[in-house]
């Protein structure tokens, strides 16, 4: 079964810029979730998207958005860039939604390292 | 504020020895803790879950509420251990992660 994949693996984008980044679960997943990795924070929560809609969301601006397509196909936008948005964006997907007292392991992709200049 | 906290950025052992990974947690609900870990080029992956109760390449981790602890270890450290570890704490609608202890075996 081929795991998480994600594109682009490297990305350049200039502040102001807009970027879309994308995430493909392992088959039958219907479960995304994003997460920020930066030296500073460290790993943090985005969002969740199953079936199509966003279940949950951590504690990020709204310039932070994303989506989920019928195939589970899940991208993330993050408009009008500012300098802290450099970092590894890891996506992850599950066959169930994220719920409490549900076993349910998280398969993590690659990452997208995302540099703004 | 914190929610997960791991205190050692760094922790080397020696082969053979028992090696400990701190993880403390702040959440006023029933939480589910989580150990991650990723091996050098490798991706991020599930090593234990609490809710399961299981030992995972004899790593074992006991949640401690009293404490507000879910401290990782293993009796006899191994070189191929060597990783970073990062613990979590699920609330129902987010994962929180601590920021990693990095575990060096030392032949």
């Known amino acids: 079964k081929a795991g998480v994949t994600q594109t682009p693996r490297y990305l350049i984008k200039t502040r102001g810029q807009q970027v879309t980044l994308s995430c493909s679960p392992i088959s039958g997943h219907r479960s995304v979730s994003w997460y920020q990795q930066t030296p500073g924070q460290g790993l943090q929560f985005l969002f969740e998207y199953f079936s199509e809609t966003q279940r949950n969301k951590g504690n990020f601006p709204g310039r932070f958005s994303g989506r989920q397509f019928s195939n589970s196909r899940s991208e993330m936008n993050v408009s009008t860039l500012e300098l802290g948005d450099s970092a590894l964006y890891l996506c992850a997907s599950s066959l169930f939604p994220l719920l409490a007292g549900v076993v349910n392991e998280q398969f993590f992709g690659p990452g997208t390292r995302l540099t703004v200049l | 504020a914190q929610r997960v906290t791991q205190p050692e950025k760094l922790l080397s052992v020696f082969k053979g020895a028992p090696v400990e990974l701190k993880c403390n947690y702040s959440?006023?609900?029933?939480?589910?803790l989580f150990w991650y870990v990723q091996y050098s080029r490798q991706r991020l992956q599930l090593l234990l879950r609490h809710i399961s109760r299981e030992s995972i390449k004899g790593f074992t981790a006991d949640l401690n509420k009293g404490e507000t602890s879910f401290h990782l270890k293993k009796p006899f450290a191994q070189e191929e251990d060597s990783a970073m570890y990062y613990c979590a704490l699920f609330t129902g609608n987010q994962f929180y992660f601590g920021t990693g202890t990095s575990l060096t075996v030392i032949p």
């Open positions: 959440y006023s609900g029933s939480p589910e």
